[in-house]
């Protein structure tokens, strides 16, 4: 493929996610979906969320597969985006209790980018941290309006 073509796939991607379903899904799940349990993930699963939650990990998964199989490069995906990083950090400490219900596919391919991504897992977990201590902030300015 050319970079030309794998542009375009990247532009596509980026048009996609300012569907307006997709934005308010992706605000959901960055700002409210902080499942710590399998229990936390099946309320959103099985909840008025549902789609939001489906949406956001099987897009991922689905842009993650273009990637692996060659559609984009690595290197242009990774430097043109990084949502995919706190998609998989808020559901990688419950993916194998998720798939054990749900399937033993959930989130493969994106799994599999992270993998082949150089310090990938290691991006996983500054992405975990960094969400947890934004919600902590964001928890004392509430705090601290309710005043």
Do not use: C
């Not at 689905?62 to 984009?72: P, Q, S, T």
């Amino acid at each position: 493929m050319s970079k030309q073509e794998e542009a375009g796939l990247i532009l596509k991607l980026y048009e996609l996610r300012r569907e307006e379903t997709m934005r308010k899904a992706r605000d959901w799940y960055f700002r409210d979906f902080n499942p710590e349990s399998l229990a936390d993930f099946n309320e959103a699963m099985l909840g008025e969320h549902s789609g939001h939650l489906r949406m956001i990990v099987s897009y991922w998964d689905m842009a993650a597969a273009l990637v692996n199989n060659g559609a984009i490069g690595l290197d242009l995906f990774t430097e043109t985006n990084g949502e995919h990083l706190g998609v998989f950090a808020k559901i990688e400490p419950i993916l194998g209790e998720i798939r054990g219900i749900y399937s033993p596919r959930f989130g493969a391919n994106l799994e599999k980018l992270i993998d082949s991504t150089p310090e990938g897992r290691k991006q996983i977990a500054v992405a975990r941290e960094r969400m947890k201590a934004i919600r902590a902030e964001a928890t004392r300015t509430q705090a601290k309006a309710a005043r």
